[in-house]
């Protein structure tokens, strides 16, 4: 709704003294302290001879929501002003939002006016369940709220205050009242906020880092931190064993002779399914990826997008590999910074497993896993005795070895019934692919993009399956077409939006449609 | 009560004669009943009038003082039938609690109060959670007031003006025999402001004085023939006694210019957006003053005929502003002018909307709309036609994620919908019959169970009507919260599944407080509470309805259990409700317990384990399975980074609490294998130390050697 159609546009009029009634608001997320920030705002306010009023609708004790604060104060000239008790639409001098979609539902109810309204928002990201439940990424899309503030309001202060508060080891509401400070809105000295701050009592050295950090970015005497949402990961470096050095420095070469758009790519997948495997699982990749070349032209997306699924198809999760990644060093140091764990503290870590027959007869030598599978008794056995949740202390010596032991299963995981499988299934959408791409290369980067849709274990893994297939499946209908791959795209980011499938089925019907 | 101290609201009732009172409107009107000598106080928590109980339950030592006797009553029925101690006595009381919902549940008592009629002040203090953020259904408590003859104050929404209404009401309620409501907004409640305190004052007559010294009269009790005498009473007597002191004593109040051609008639409470929107067309300053006329209903039941005609009187229209739906006030005034034969244009509905909240735009559209119709030259020309070019802005609603309220981080209540989930991938779907409270949100993603709720403690009952003619065909799950059972669900859930051989499941999530209205105690909490008794067993008080089948789940998080308990209850051969009491601390409560007490445990040297979770992040193939059976707030999405993967994985913040809830469902469902659950052990024992090293090194040998053979990420 876009209330600035409305036929009344109108602007408080002040008092006969000229006085003027500053109405703020401030849109958080259950549980951001929006009511210490509502408080603090109002203590400022009283400070500086100011009357002001704060209301807000908590709604129940979750703190998951978004709630609304509102405060409205005026220079105290000995009247009481009359307050009033909620935002009005295209009333409101400040708006201040807590996080980014937050901003974007404030300027969508009406309260950030262009000429009017400055904007203090947090710009990092609490995604809603919505968001959370896609299998693919469901995420918002921040950039075109951020865009929607700058034409919505007069002034925008936004950054990712969230950083400054846990880089100062506070929350929120303390950068935010930076913020606000610093954007100059409200006509209180600096120091005035700091007092109330101090005041407070509770974690003030704290709070004042994150108002003050908050405060000279809102200034624009320092930078904002960059956002949390695109890490850059760090270029994973190998370690190699003496002995396995010469062999690892010829794979590498062979990088080289791939063209520069692929090296990237490739050179991350070669590193990937080395770690997982071997070298010589290595050259099998550097294969792959050579074949897509030979049919590919520049700009290679079809050679870039083999490295990289490949390199995912190669890599498949079974037990050996996650006992592998649970039992690594790296990874005990990894935990310890997650969890921070201080020197003079032990750290316990329990791993969740539940091995189905499944899991357990695939991890089986060729012959003597298919054998197993077909003795039912003995999986109903199994079901009955080892088909339940297992607890894995992997900081104690006897958890750890029975993984270690797991892991060590890596040198013949080629002579596993699970290699033999997923190895069908690779070669047999590869080969797909590469006989596609020989009339229509765009066409065969998707097929090859669709490999995203594998992942998750047991069930998870099925559905994933189950939907490549129904995807792959719409191939022929699609071949020859000039937007097939326009299609398979849209196939794939159909399976990947809901989990039911239905909008992927609804997809398919239209394909089916024009292809009839 | 909840593991929360009012300690410094308590400190406030304790203010006196001159002092400045600073805080929330419903602080200030527990302040107010103690500076008018209540005698007695009781209610049911709910927004937004908990605070009231919450501050009283921990001030049992004014109370003591001051001989006045507070107690949280077992529901909204059992707070008016408390009011009965004004019947024969000369004691003012004050019952408060959420309305329209509360005043439902209320309302057998208070026809039979009403009937009688009181002699010590007896005063209704009902929170109206009306409008955006209301967790209840759009009703007006109005009704309850015309139908059982009570009288409803409405006063405007300044602190000042609240506490003179505590006092108003209960001299009114005095004067006209007659049980007084004093309807105060959800905003109200919560707006932070001042007023200036007087001495608390002990009642004149205590509970105690009364109990020594009983007295009754026939008259008053609700049996014909004193019935009929009572509805006479009603209208020859009380009604007349409350108009006299309306207008004696100025209740309602006007402003502007009393020769004014058109006028307004509103609300108390609707008063201060009333005159923004009239400062917003440049009528009234900052201050309210204004010339536009204004009667100021602060008593919006009954209303007084001569006063109303008395300001329409040489008006060409006047503006009725009545927020909610039916028009009771609106109908009233048109009546009685019609029967008068009066020519002034009534407005009201119509200029303004029908139902919904009156918000600052709603209120200006229709005063600008008003005004531009019957008196458009005293509207400033700027105001009536759009004074600045609309600014297209971009439309965000295909893009912004809705943020309904959900479970807390932890909450117990996640692993018995997740447990459910996994059920129906099972059984199938079954009817589901949701109640009141924090378990209402199983019917938002990511869980989607639950078909209808029809009141607190009524879930059950509302499965009433499913019986199943097949035996073993599908039964309905109920659930029901331990503060929904207490409150009514015992007899109209429990027992009635009992009596008519229902053959359905019945869920009591128990967290130990009546958790979605701030934590309060009740008879099943497990907390010591020095006034009240605690640690009642749901259990046994199933058994003894009658349930022969009930099973109690002690540690909700076991979701393997959960499950496999539920599936049990909807498959076994057993006759009768089956009942599950899924019993778990709420976790928000629980953390306000825990975590000072860990802090300072660890201060002291003593040993401390503080459980997290975690997702390896190379295991985690970002297929969010686990967060479509969690909605966790501290189970999210994040990017790796890795330009070989596309989606984002799972990733928990600091902000979890290591309930265990993810690692049990990852289990339960058989998801994967990417949670950890760490123990970060504070103060370890120096044996505890040891062997871990020797751990280490041995680990770490093994990792050394399985590295020095093959090329892995360093």
């Known amino acids: 709704m876009n209330m600035h159609s409305k036929p009344i546009v109108a602007r408080r009029s002040p008092g006969p003294d000229g006085e003027k009634i500053i109405t703020l608001a401030a849109l958080a997320v259950g549980g951001q302290g929006g009511g210490v920030l509502t408080n603090w705002i109002v203590a400022v306010a009283e400070a500086n001879g100011y009357r002001a009023q704060s209301t807000s609708v908590a709604g129940v004790a979750q703190r998951t929501g978004a709630t609304i604060y509102y405060v409205e104060m005026c220079r105290d000239t000995g009247r009481m002003p009359v307050f009033a008790l909620s935002p009005a639409i295209g009333d409101v001098d400040i708006m201040i939002a807590s996080e980014l979609m937050e901003g974007g539902r404030a300027i969508m109810r009406g309260f950030v006016t262009p000429g009017r309204t400055t904007m203090i928002a947090s710009t990092h990201r609490i995604p809603a369940v919505s968001e ?190 996650v006992a592998d990644i649970k039992t690594r060093a790296t990874r005990y140091e990894r935990v310890k910074g997650e969890v921070v764990v201080k020197d003079d503290q032990v750290l316990m870590l329990t791993e969740y497993f539940h091995p189905r027959f499944e899991e357990f007869a695939t991890t089986l030598p060729r012959g003597l896993g298919r054998w197993v599978q077909k003795r039912k008794g003995f999986e109903a056995w199994y079901e009955k005795r080892f088909d339940k949740g297992r607890r894995i202390r992997t900081d104690s010596v006897p958890g750890f070895l029975s993984l270690w032991v797991m892991s060590s299963l890596r040198p013949i995981r080629r002579r596993l019934l699970r290699h033999e499988s997923e190895m069908a299934h690779v070669d047999a959408w590869f080969a797909t692919a590469l006989e596609v791409a020989k009339t229509d290369r765009k066409l065969a980067a998707e097929v090859l993009a669709n490999y995203r849709l594998i992942k998750g274990y047991s069930d998870t893994h099925a559905r994933g399956l189950s939907k490549f297939a129904k995807v792959m499946g719409a191939l022929d209908m699609l071949k020859g077409r000039d937007d097939a791959a326009d299609w398979m795209r849209r196939l794939r980011t159909a399976a990947l939006d809901d989990v039911k499938g239905e909008k992927l089925d609804g997809a398919l019907d239209t394909v089916r449609s024009f292809a009839a | 009560m909840a593991e929360r101290s009012f300690a410094k609201e308590v400190q406030k009732l304790k203010q006196g004669e001159g002092e400045t009172f600073t805080g929330e409107g419903i602080l200030a009107i527990t302040k107010a009943l103690l500076e008018n000598g209540v005698g007695y106080v009781g209610g049911y928590q709910g927004s937004p009038i908990s605070h009231l109980m919450d501050v009283l339950a921990d001030a049992q030592e004014i109370l003591g003082e001051l001989g006045v006797h507070f107690e949280a009553s077992a529901s909204e029925a059992t707070a008016t039938a408390m009011l009965a101690a004004s019947v024969h006595y000369p004691i003012r009381g004050a019952v408060t609690y959420k309305s329209v919902v509360g005043t439902n549940v209320a309302s057998d008592a208070l026809s039979n109060l009403a009937s009688g009629g009181v002699t010590g002040g007896a005063l209704i203090i009902v929170g109206e959670d009306y409008g955006e953020g209301s967790s209840i259904m759009q009703e007006r408590t109005y009704a309850f007031a015309m139908k059982s003859q009570v009288w409803m104050l409405d006063p405007r929404p300044n602190l000042p003006s609240i506490v003179d209404a505590v006092g108003k009401g209960f001299e009114m309620s005095e004067i006209s025999n007659t049980p007084v409501m004093l309807q105060v907004g959800i905003r109200s409640c919560h707006v932070h402001g001042h007023f200036t305190a007087s001495d608390n004052k002990r009642p004149a007559m205590t509970v105690t004085d009364a109990l020594e010294n009983p007295k009754r009269k026939l008259d008053r009790i609700v049996l014909p023939p ?89 008006k060409d229209a006047v503006l009725i502003v009545e927020e909610g739906h039916p028009n009771y006030i609106e109908q009233q005034i048109a009546h009685m002018l019609y029967k008068q034969g009066k020519a002034v244009k009534l407005e009201g509905k119509g200029m303004l909307p029908m139902g919904g909240e009156y918000t600052g735009q709603v209120m200006v559209d229709g005063l600008g709309a008003f005004f531009a119709e019957h008196a458009a030259d005293l509207l400033p020309v700027a105001k009536v036609a759009t004074n600045e070019e609309p600014v297209e802005i971009p439309d965000l609603s295909q893009t912004l994620p809705a943020r309904p309220p959900g479970f807390c981080t932890g909450c117990p209540e996640r692993p018995i919908f997740a447990a459910t989930k996994l059920v129906e991938e099972d059984l199938g779907e079954h009817h589901i019959s949701s109640d009141i409270g924090c378990h209402l949100f199983s019917i938002m993603p990511p869980f989607d169970l639950g078909a209808t709720t029809m009141g607190y403690g009524l879930g059950p009952a509302s ?128 953390q306000r317990r825990v975590k000072p007490e860990m802090a300072k445990a660890a201060k002291d040297g003593k040993r401390v384990v503080r459980p997290r979770f975690g997702v390896d992040e190379d295991v985690c193939t970002g297929d969010h399975a686990c967060m479509r059976l969690s909605g966790c707030p501290s189970l999210s999405v994040k990017d790796t980074g890795d330009p070989l993967r596309d989606d984002p994985v799972a990733a928990i913040d600091q902000t979890c609490v290591g309930c265990g809830n993810c690692g049990e469902v990852a289990d339960a469902a058989v998801l994967c294998p990417s949670f950890y659950q760490a123990e970060i052990v504070s103060n370890p024992s120096e044996s505890e130390k040891r062997r871990a090293s020797r751990s280490r090194r041995i680990i770490s040998w093994l990792q050394t050697r399985r590295d020095a053979k093959r090329i892995a990420f360093a």
């Open chain 2, 226 to 314: 004193a019935t009929y005498i009572h509805e006479a009473e009603k209208l020859t007597k009380r009604k007349p006694a409350a108009e006299k002191f309306i207008v004696d004593q100025g209740i309602n109040e006007r402003f502007g210019n009393p020769a004014g051609k058109v006028g307004l008639i509103v609300q108390g409470g609707t008063y201060n957006t009333v005159i923004r929107a009239l400062n917003r067309l440049d009528l009234a300053d900052i201050y309210g003053d204004t010339d536009i006329d204004m009667l100021v209903l602060n008593c919006v039941y009954p209303l007084v005929d001569q006063q109303i005609l008395d300001f329409c009187d040489g």
């Open chain 1, 132 to 321: 959370k439940v896609a299998p693919g990424d469901g995420r918002a899309n921040g950039p075109e709220v951020i865009e929607a503030m700058g034409i919505a309001a007069d002034h925008v202060v936004a950054f990712d205050m969230e950083t400054i508060a846990k880089k100062a080891g506070s929350v929120i509401s303390s950068s935010l009242l930076g913020g606000l400070a610093g954007s100059g809105a409200l006509p209180f000295p600096k120091e005035s906020y700091e007092e109330v701050i101090r005041a407070s009592g509770r974690g003030v050295e704290a709070s004042l880092r994150a108002f003050n950090a908050a405060y000279d970015v809102a200034q624009g005497k320092t930078e904002a931190p960059v956002l949390e949402e695109a890490p850059k990961a760090p270029v994973p470096v190998l370690h190699v064993p003496e002995k396995l050095k010469k062999k690892w420095a010829a794979l590498e070469a062979r990088l080289t002779a791939l063209p520069t758009e692929v090296q990237e790519m490739a050179g991350l997948g070669l590193k990937k399914v080395v770690d997982y495997q071997d070298v010589a699982y290595g050259a099998q990749y550097l294969d792959m990826v050579d074949k897509a070349v030979a049919l590919d032209e520049a700009p290679y997306n079809l050679s870039i997008n083999a490295a990289k699924y490949c390199a995912r198809a190669l890599c498949y999760d079974d037990i050996p590999r």
């Open chain 2, 463 to 590: 499965a009433a009507a499913f019986h199943n003619e097949n035996k073993g065909g599908r039964r309905s799950i109920s659930f029901v919260g331990d503060g929904g059972f207490w409150h009514n669900g015992l007899t109209s859930s429990v027992g009635n599944a009992v009596f008519n051989k229902s053959d359905n499941v019945i869920v009591i999530v128990d967290n130990f407080y009546s958790a979605a209205t701030g934590g309060q105690d009740i008879l099943s909490s497990r907390a010591e509470n020095k006034t009240k008794q605690t640690q009642n067993s749901i259990v046994t008080a199933v058994k003894g309805m009658g349930v022969k089948w009930v099973r109690q789940i002690d540690r909700t998080y076991d979701v393997t259990k959960v499950r496999d308990t539920l599936k049990e209850a909807l498959t076994t051969e057993e006759e009768g409700p089956k009942v599950i009491v899924a019993s778990s601390e709420c976790m928000l409560n629980k």
